[in-house]
């Protein structure tokens, strides 16, 4: 299945049913609209410290996975870590409304293109890139940050379930010329790199079993990590470009595409193709460790499939 189409209106959209969505998605979209980023920010945040005391099980999730990933951390450290983590996923959902609802000369000022020069390489000479991101909890921001510096790309993509939401949710993604991929269709996500497009992707989550292998990240000797990157970088010859957009102490976000990593990067073997790019997801995240999605279980897939998620209990 390939998404290509934004979802059309319809007057079915204005059932009752769906009056959550729109009144949420519209108060978000005035809050954002009429407020300064500065209290924007401070929202933001202070929502993610009030929401931790209802996400503690959330909140276990992260602080676990830090101590895998980083073991010399001491217990102030990993409390400090986590509360600020939450507070960051508050500015998430401000960050999303950002992303979504501001127009394209306001949403310019919050960015700074860092260095681009590697994408710029590859598009001048026409060159297919598979951008390699991270789920940062900025992502969204970063994501429409690269259309809108002039370098827009292909998103793989899933429907969201709720027709109202994944109209309005279509429309935000979709801004100032990237497109989505649904994300299951691996012939279009080569198609569009062979032809020169750039094809944003995500290696840095535990996806379970299925098309991974088990190697470091961080201090944790068998993550469970995704032959994706291989699997598309092989049969699309494109080259491959670790990417990142994190915000600063000014409340700018700073994007970054500096590095062109295909030559070195072994392709036809599985498991060294994905320790190589764990290190440079590890490079990523560390430019600004607070900012990654600590939530997700990230460690919870094993060898063995017996003990999957034996890790968080």
């Known amino acids: 299945m390939k998404i290509d189409k934004k979802p059309a209106f319809t007057l079915s959209l204005l059932h009752p049913k769906y009056w959550g969505v729109w009144m949420g998605f519209g108060f978000l979209a005035l809050l954002v609209n009429l407020l300064p980023y500065p209290l924007l920010y401070k929202m933001g945040r202070g929502l993610g410290k009030f929401g931790m005391r209802f996400g503690q099980k959330r909140a276990g999730v992260a602080r676990r996975n830090l101590e895998l990933a980083f073991p010399d951390k001491t217990e102030q450290e990993l409390d400090a870590f ?147 990157t291989s699997i598309l970088a092989y049969t699309s010859k494109c080259a491959i470009v670790p990417g990142s957009g994190f915000r600063n102490l000014d409340g700018r976000y700073e994007i970054i595409a500096n590095q062109s990593i295909e030559d070195e990067y072994p392709k036809k073997d599985e498991v060294a193709a994905a320790a190589y790019m764990n290190r440079f997801v590890e490079q990523t995240i560390l430019l600004a460790p607070e900012q990654w999605l600590w939530m997700h279980k990230r460690f919870k897939s094993l060898p063995d499939k017996t003990l999957t998620d034996s890790r968080y209990h």
């Open 82 to 228: 986590v509360e600020e983590n939450f507070k960051n996923s508050g500015m998430a959902l401000i960050e999303t409304g950002i992303t979504w609802f501001w127009p394209t000369w306001r949403f310019k000022r919050i960015l700074i293109a860092k260095d681009l020069s590697a994408l710029k390489k590859h598009q001048a000479d026409g060159k297919g890139v598979l951008l390699c991101c991270v789920h940062a909890l900025n992502l969204e921001v970063t994501a429409r940050a690269y259309a809108v510096l002039g370098l827009p790309g292909y998103g793989a993509y899933r429907p969201h379930s709720n027709p109202a939401y994944e109209f309005i949710q279509y429309r935000g993604r979709t801004r100032n010329g990237n497109k989505l991929i649904y994300r299951t269709d691996l012939k279009t996500m080569i198609r569009v790199m062979r032809q020169g497009h750039r094809l944003f992707y995500l290696p840095d989550q535990d996806y379970g079993h299925n098309k991974s292998v088990f190697v470091p990240f961080f201090a944790v000797e068998e993550a469970c990590t995704t032959t994706g």
